[in-house]
């Protein structure tokens, strides 16, 4: 049999390039096209590239957030707080410190997973309802205050409790040692220690420090398992010592009590100022509050009267339009006037408080007895433009410049729009807005031989340089006058201290409600102690009197008595008088109004 010969490679080689196939198996048959092979090699390919650029784009461009995305899973910065300075009154007593306490907070989606019967102990300790405790941690945010400002008795027994995601952490809670006495004058601080009224508000900068910080790295249940770095340092606030003396500040606080509450007034106010250096040794105000308790407040309880309250300051205005007659040389003590019941200026009519007839009063006389007509007379022979400058001088209708905060400046029209009529109601202190303090400020040029010195809060090394506004003789022949109001047939001989002699101006004006003078009065004192060299000036106001009489020399004026005998003794002022009892007359001249 012949057999066909074995093909060499060679040929099956050369068959298959003339389009003969290696293989007649349709299995192995090749049926796919050339061109899908290259679409997934250029698929893997640009798989490649874009895994290679993500990784650039994760290790190079965005390293610095993804590092900060991971430290913020585990690296925390922790506050470092700064002790608020303490506040002292001149003698070093402390008004107001720090104490430590504690601010509880929570992890909402940790703490619902404990117990119920942890969370009502919780709840106990916070001294909330369970259901107002649920509702704070019914939260989407992954920090929560529960309380501020825990005691740490209490903070220690809820870490006790143990319930994972419940954290305490460091802080501080203001203390007031004189509660509701000084608490017009050093105010008060919020929930973060920040000062929100009164001196604590005015010195913020000084009293708050800088906090510090430090990194910390925390394990997912919030314990700190390592030191990374001190970021910065705290640094705890400056003390601050008042001029405020608390002697003094507690006399005039329950003097001024006692007599709001004595002639059932709407409030009061009062500030002592020392004459020498222009501190203010007692500022208080009723109604008042206590700092330490802020649960129920109300507006009238907040408001510093002293500072923020204007009114007319009536009478007490008239030394300062005498003054300014004397300096210029326009009259003398001695020179006398003709004084009627009334007088017409245009188409107004003015009077004093009680028909008298026709008197014939010396300058020194009007002061006394305090005459609107003969105060609005010697006016009239000075230019508006004199008067203005004298009462802006003194810092009626000026802003002040206390460094404290609220203080209003009041109101003096411009010179220029003044009709004679007004002209001659502001010479006794109506148609012109005061603030309490204004006025005893005002009153420094007759206690300091015609010197004004400006006031502050905080205690003074070094004597203040003044400015003269009157002469020395005429600083002093006003004080002279002043002197003799106090005196038997003045106007305030319930102004009269044993021992000391004493000066100063009474005052009862007609509040304003809605534009219109109403039947309402404020009654007021300023006065000065002892007047034969003064140490103190004292301005006391009370606010709608309505028991008993409504005028400055039977309201206020015995405030400034009580007040001036008690702080001239704390101060060991030598008495300049040999009178020890004091008489007063059974009818007192009041006040023109």
Do not use: C
Not at 93 to 103: E, G, H, N
Not at 234 to 248: A, Q, T
Request: hydrophobic residues 40%.
């Amino acid at each position: 049999m012949t057999r066909n010969p074995p093909r060499s490679a060679h040929a099956s080689r050369v068959a298959a390039a003339k389009g003969v196939p290696f293989s007649s198996s349709p299995v192995l048959k090749v049926k796919l096209p050339v061109w899908r092979s290259r679409v997934v090699l250029f698929a893997m390919f640009a798989a490649f590239l874009a895994l290679i650029g993500r990784a650039l784009w994760l290790q190079g461009i965005s390293t610095d957030f993804l590092q900060k995305q991971g430290a913020s899973r585990y690296a925390r910065t922790l506050e470092l707080p700064a002790t608020r300075g303490k506040i002292t009154d001149r003698n070093g007593q402390v008004l107001a410190s720090s104490v430590p306490v504690k601010a509880v907070w929570a992890i909402p989606e940790d703490v619902l997973d404990a117990p119920k019967e942890k969370l009502q102990q919780l709840a106990k300790l916070l001294e909330m309802s369970e259901a107002e405790l649920r509702k704070k941690l019914d939260s989407d945010r992954s920090f929560v205050y529960l309380k501020r400002q825990v005691e740490p008795d209490t903070s220690d027994k809820i870490v006790k409790l143990g319930i994972r995601g419940v954290e305490t952490r460091k802080e501080y809670k203001r203390y007031y040692p004189e509660g509701e006495v000084m608490a017009h004058v050093v105010g008060f601080t919020n929930v973060e220690d920040a000062g929100q009224d009164g001196m604590e508000l005015s010195q913020q900068k000084n009293l708050a420090g800088t906090t510090g910080s430090r990194r910390v790295i925390k394990d997912r249940l919030g314990r700190i398992v390592e030191d990374i770095e001190a970021v910065k340092e705290p640094h705890d606030g400056k003390e601050l010592v008042l001029s405020i003396d608390s002697k003094i500040q507690y006399i005039a606080f329950t003097q001024l009590k006692e007599a709001v509450e004595k002639s059932k007034a709407k409030a009061g106010g009062i500030v002592v100022v020392d004459a020498k250096t222009g501190e203010v040794l007692a500022l208080a105000n009723l109604p008042s509050y206590n700092p330490n308790d802020r649960s129920v407040l109300t507006g009238a309880q907040l408001r510093n009267r002293v500072m923020t309250d204007t009114f007319e300051p009536g009478s007490t205005l008239k030394p300062f339009t005498v003054a300014l007659a004397l300096d210029t040389n326009r009259v003398q003590a001695t020179t006398t006037f003709q004084i009627p019941d009334k007088m017409t200026i245009g188409t107004a009519t003015i009077g004093d408080s009680h028909p008298h007839g026709v008197l014939t009063m010396s300058v020194a006389q009007i002061i006394q007895k305090s005459s609107n007509i003969g105060t609005a007379k010697i006016a009239a022979q000075m230019p508006a433009e004199e008067m203005w400058e004298m009462f802006t001088t003194v810092g009626l209708g000026q802003q002040p410049k206390f460094g404290f905060p609220g203080a209003v400046a009041g109101r003096v029209r411009p010179y220029k729009s003044w009709r004679p009529i007004e002209q001659a109601t502001m010479s006794y202190g109506h148609g012109i807005s005061v603030s309490l303090i204004q006025m005893a400020h005002a009153y420094t040029i007759f206690a300091r031989n015609g010197d004004f010195i400006p006031l502050t809060f905080q205690k003074v090394t070094e004597p203040p340089v003044g400015q003269r506004v009157v002469s020395e003789k005429t600083a002093l022949t006003v004080r002279a006058m002043l002197e003799t109001v106090t005196a038997p047939g003045g106007t305030a001989p319930k102004a009269q201290v044993p021992g000391y002699r004493v000066g100063g101006k009474t005052g009862t004006a007609y509040k304003i409600e809605g534009g219109k003078y109403v039947k309402k009065y404020i009654a007021d004192f300023v006065g000065f102690a002892p007047a034969s060299d003064p140490r103190l000036i004292i301005a006391v106001m009370v606010d709608e009197p309505s028991v008993g009489s409504h005028f400055g020399g039977d309201v206020a004026a015995p405030v400034f008595a009580t007040v001036a005998a008690n702080a001239l003794r704390a101060l060991n002022v030598a008495p300049d008088s040999t009178v020890t009892n004091i008489i007063i007359p059974t009818e007192v001249v009041q006040e023109s109004m």
